[in-house]
């Protein structure tokens, strides 16, 4: 049987020493020629890169569908043994594998690891300056919130295909198409615009995997697949999807390809697990299909736009908010849709967003919030986040993709039960910003309390490249 290598958490306490080793690895790839395949310049603009003329499988990440995850999966599992091979030949320990950073445990975890914030060496391959402020910050750097670092929304999605289930919206492998699920959205999106901050390398996808952080972010996103997964959740069974392949370079800078189908199981297809994943839930029994049954294809739910904004919002770094007027004809079935025993679905659109650049900054998403809220006020209408990652590329394509203006949908209809909502003529949605937590601030929600004071009193027009909303929509999927 082949060795299984163990990605374990980088806060671990044993952790240094693979970090250690990973700034060596990042080193030897640094040192590169950049026309090399397994150099560092060359790996990271696969992901992403504005140099031209483009080389042989630069720019080729996929988002905004259901190959997001996948893709990702072998991009890293490829890299991973390039800096293994890397680390092997520096006298390292053979069975290296990459840490994962999963700042959804909150605290010291929610904050970027010592080793990527020490510039006190200038060759520290790991410290990058293209970062927020605060998250170098070598004594008290800042934290990712709660809101913005959390999975628990992600691992609720029961389906991976669909824009607000769990792994996005069925599409042929285009760069950047317009349905992103809901780990694409939160946490994955969110944290890179985050950690980036305006001008930043991770609010790119032209620089985000210049920064060595990147690769222990979509380690950690990789591991939530593993744990939806483990839960239950299962994967995509078309074969549009099963049998797409993808093509990488190996530890020797040859192309290599893999199927989807291929990479489903990390052990035994990959030989790599994580070091906290929950017991795989049981498979339930099939049903047997009585005899001469005949099949019908799923049928696909189609939503039913049952209310929706009137007049267009900006969003320029402080808070906003537009009423949502639900027609009166479909009152009754929005109240009878969020009940829990109703097989349908209220999903909440926010559509048309359009700008000229990723402002990196980060928005809750509240349902008639009222007045001055707590923290515990705030997370109780909390349905979702907005980031604007990647709103560059939606807007200016490669190759013959068409530009399209982004579009983020949540599911709502447990937060509206919740809310008591009922048969109401309108309801009001809030967009505030989330920023990073700073030490002084203390263990609190990205935007409770003072937080919140802040964004309102510093936040003023033309803080931020504007972001413009065309339409907030509710709709009922059957």
Same mark, same amino acid.
């Given at each position: 049987m082949a060795e299984v290598f163990v990605r374990r958490n980088a806060w671990d306490p044993e952790a240094g020493e693979i970090l250690r080793w990973y700034a060596t690895g990042v080193g030897a790839m640094?040192?590169?020629?950049?026309e090399n395949p397994t150099s560092w310049t060359y790996q990271a603009a696969m992901h992403g890169s504005s140099v031209e003329p483009a080389q042989p499988l630069w720019n080729e990440c996929k988002h905004g569908s259901w190959h997001f995850l996948v893709w990702h999966r072998m991009y890293l599992y490829y890299?991973?043994?390039?800096?293994?091979?890397?680390?092997?030949?520096a006298g390292g320990p053979e069975d290296w594998a990459l840490p994962y950073w999963n700042y959804g445990l909150g605290g010291e975890q929610a904050t970027i690891p010592a080793p990527f914030r020490s510039p006190a060496e200038e060759s520290n391959p790991l410290f990058v300056e293209q970062r927020a402020p605060g998250i170098n910050d070598e004594e008290e750097p800042s934290q990712i919130a709660p809101e913005i670092g959390s999975d628990a929304a992600a691992l609720e999605r029961p389906q991976f295909a669909g824009q607000f289930e769990f792994g996005g919206g069925e599409a042929q492998p285009e760069f950047f198409f317009g349905e992103a699920g809901i780990v694409e959205q939160t946490p994955h999106g969110v944290v890179h615009s985050t950690i980036g901050g305006p001008g930043g390398w991770m609010s790119s996808f032209q620089t985000a995997a210049q920064d060595p952080i990147f690769w222990l972010h979509h380690a950690n996103i990789d591991r939530i697949w593993a744990t939806w997964n483990a839960n239950g959740g299962a994967d995509p069974e078309a074969g549009e999807w099963l049998?797409?392949?993808?093509?990488?370079?190996?530890?020797?800078?040859?192309? &290599?390809?893999?199927?989807?189908?291929?990479?489903?199981?990390?052990?035994?297809?990959? #030989?790599?697990?994580?070091?906290? !994943?929950?017991?795989?839930a049981p498979e339930p029994e099939p049903?047997?299909?009585?005899?001469?049954?005949v099949v019908e294809p799923a049928e696909v739910p189609q939503p039913k736009v049952v209310g929706a904004s009137e007049e267009q919002v900006t969003l320029v770094g402080n808070e906003a908010a537009v009423p949502v007027e639900i027609d009166p004809r479909a009152r009754q079935?929005?109240?009878e849709a969020t009940r829990s025993d109703d097989p349908r679905r209220v999903v909440l659109n926010v559509e048309d967003i359009e700008a000229e &650049?990723?402002?990196?900054?980060?928005?809750?998403?509240?349902?008639?919030?009222?007045? #001055?809220?707590?923290?515990?006020? !705030?997370e109780a209408h909390h349905a979702g986040n907005l980031s604007f990652f990647g709103i560059e590329q939606a807007r200016s394509p490669k190759g013959e993709e068409k530009a399209h203006p982004l579009r983020v949908s949540v599911e709502v209809g447990q937060l509206l039960d919740r809310l008591g909502i009922g048969e109401d003529e309108e309801i009001k949605v809030?967009?505030?910003?989330?920023n990073l937590i700073r030490p002084e601030e203390g263990p609190k929600h990205g935007i409770a309390g003072s937080r919140r004071g802040?964004?309102?009193?510093?936040?003023?027009?033309?803080e931020d490249p504007p972001v413009q909303i065309g339409r907030v929509s509710l709709s009922v999927t059957k």
């Open positions: 640094k040192e590169r020629d950049p890299f991973e043994q390039i800096v293994r091979q890397a680390v092997v030949e049998d797409q392949e993808f093509e990488f370079f190996d530890v020797n800078g040859g192309t &290599v390809r893999l199927k989807c189908s291929e990479t489903l199981q990390t052990i035994p297809d990959l #030989n790599y697990t994580y070091d906290s !994943l929950p017991e795989p049903e047997p299909e009585p005899e001469g049954a079935e929005v109240s &650049v990723n402002p990196a900054s980060v928005y809750g998403i509240y349902v008639n919030l009222p007045e #001055n809220p707590d923290g515990k006020t !705030l809030s967009f505030l910003p989330i802040v964004a309102a009193e510093t936040a003023t027009e033309g």
